[in-house]
C-alpha cells in the first residue's frame, strides 16, 4: 500500500473547480496524470483537503474536502458563502472514487446532521470548509473526528468575526 496524493484546484468563479488525486508507488508520485479527477461547480471547492481516517469501516482512509464560498438556500432563505463540507469514501481502486460525494453538510445547523454540538449560533454560518481536519477519537467511538473550521463566525458579539472549529 502507498500513500496517494490529494490535490484541489479552486476556482474563483464558474464551474471548474477540482480536485485531483494522484496515486502513489513505490518510487512515489511518478506520473503528471491524476487517476482521479472530481469536478464540482462550488466556488472554492478543493481550496481546503483533507484525509480523514477510515470513518465508514472498510479499512481505507476517507477524505473531505471544503467549499468555504458556498451559498445555501434554507426555508427560503440564501446564506451567502455559508459553506459546504464534502466528505468522500476511500476505495479499493481509484475509479470506484465516485465523482458524487457519499455526505456532505452545509452551513444552517448542520450541526445536528454531524452529530457535534456548538454553543450558539449556527454551525459554520460563514466560511465553513475553510479550514479541515481530522483527529483520532475524543468521544471514544472508535471512529475519527472531523474538524471543520469556520473563521468569520460571529459568535456572540455580531461582526467579531471570531471563527468557530
Wanted: glycine share 16%; aromatic share 10%.
Amino acid at each position: 500500500m502507498y500513500l496517494d496524493l490529494i490535490v484541489g484546484e479552486p476556482c474563483t468563479s464558474g464551474t471548474s473547480s477540482k480536485v485531483y488525486i494522484y496515486a502513489g508507488s513505490s518510487s512515489g508520485i511518478v506520473t503528471s496524470n491524476p487517476a482521479v479527477s472530481i469536478v464540482k461547480g462550488a466556488i472554492d471547492f478543493g481550496i481546503e483537503v483533507a484525509t480523514i481516517g477510515d470513518e465508514n469501516g472498510d479499512n481505507r482512509d476517507d477524505f473531505m474536502v471544503g467549499a468555504p464560498l458556498y451559498d445555501v438556500t434554507s426555508g427560503g432563505n440564501t446564506f451567502a458563502d455559508a459553506g459546504r463540507v464534502y466528505v468522500y469514501e476511500g476505495a479499493a481502486t481509484f475509479s470506484q472514487i465516485s465523482n458524487n460525494n457519499n455526505w456532505n453538510k452545509y452551513g444552517e445547523n448542520a450541526y445536528q446532521h454531524l452529530g457535534g454540538s456548538r454553543e450558539g449560533g449556527n454551525l459554520f454560518a460563514i466560511t465553513g470548509g475553510r479550514s479541515l481536519g481530522g483527529l483520532e477519537s475524543i468521544n471514544s467511538d472508535t471512529k475519527e473526528d472531523l474538524l471543520v473550521g469556520s473563521p468569520y463566525y460571529d459568535h456572540k458579539i455580531y461582526g467579531t468575526d471570531n471563527g468557530i472549529v
